[in-house]
């Protein structure tokens, strides 16, 4: 019987920080160990092959941990990555452990919200550019239209703590306006980046009163359960004693600092090398 370890929860920094915390609300009893590769955040604007290269390498730092499970909390890694590794790698590297996103349970259920079949994306560039969103939805929902706006601003906004900054404000109504010439009868609007529920309270003001803002955390966490019911095998392995670990490939200190604004609680982190510790 293989040894049971913690579900790894990965982003390219803090923002996957707003899914762990919805996962520690809804499914208190697991053990979860988070990396944020601060170090070499953003992903947002980088190249496909940049994105894949670092994921994989905290996918096989999670594995060289123990995990069997490791959710990437990250749009940006999920949309770039999660198919190349699901389908290339993991059946090489370890065929028994999986590797999850948070596109595809956010886009199976967000029909349910739109009256109008019109959705609205604001992501990082990475990933309007990948296109994921318009066709997992279209997947799912054949007969909604999706349309999307890269936000490349918000995500250092976020992390500099300028959320309040007039100059943020002029930058969120560009955005919205943006989206909504595309499509002006959208009635969800959907933060596809980890980061910006952080700044939902500036958001909510430039979204129009009929429209439903959505995050993801809680959809994320709801999703998992659903999994780990349907996967006793994957459940079974997972460790249960409400324990939680970070680390950063960053400062400590920073981590800590920034990460609790994110978390919405306290964290003490530890740091690691990817470079040299992932030879999974
Ligand atoms: N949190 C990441 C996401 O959800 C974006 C942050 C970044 O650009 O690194 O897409």
Redesign the pocket.
């Known amino acids: 019987m293989q040894k049971t370890a913690p579900i790894g929860i990965f982003?390219?920094?803090?923002?996957?920080l707003t899914v762990l915390k919805e996962l520690v609300n809804q499914l208190p009893q697991y053990d979860y160990m988070y990396l944020g590769?601060n170090a070499r955040?953003?992903?947002?604007?980088?190249s496909y092959e940049t994105v894949y290269h670092y994921t994989l390498d905290a996918v096989k730092w999670f594995f060289s941990r123990g995990c069997h499970l490791v959710i990437l909390?990250?749009?940006?890694?999920?949309?770039k990555a999660l198919r190349t590794i699901q389908q290339n790698d993991l059946p090489k590297l370890a065929p028994e452990k999986r590797v999850l996103g948070?596109i595809r349970p956010t886009t199976e259920i967000i029909g349910q919200y739109s009256e109008t079949r019109e959705v609205g994306i604001l992501?990082?560039k990475?990933?309007v550019a990948s296109g994921s969103y318009p066709i997992e939805i279209a997947r799912f929902f054949p007969d909604i239209k999706t349309y999307q706006e890269a936000c490349p601003l918000w995500?250092p906004i976020i992390e500099n703590d300028e959320m309040d900054n007039p100059g943020t404000h002029h930058f969120i109504k560009k955005n919205l306006h943006a989206l909504f010439h595309k499509g002006e009868n959208i009635d969800v609007v959907l933060l596809?980046?980890?980061?910006?529920p952080l700044m939902r309270r500036q958001i909510e003001e430039y979204v129009p009163v009929q429209a439903t803002l959505l995050t993801?955390g809680e959809i994320v966490a709801r999703s998992l359960a659903g999994y780990l019911l349907r996967h006793p095998e994957i459940e079974e392995k997972c460790s249960k004693n409400s324990s939680l670990q970070f680390y950063t490939t960053d400062s400590v200190e920073d981590f800590n600092e920034q990460g609790s604004m994110f978390f919405g609680g306290a964290i003490r982190s530890k740091h690691v090398n990817l470079e040299e510790s992932s030879n999974f």
């Open positions: 982003d390219s920094g803090y923002g996957g590769d955040a953003p992903y947002g604007t980088r909390a990250c749009n940006t890694a999920s949309a948070v992501a990082t990475g990933t995500v596809a980046c980890t980061h910006y993801q």
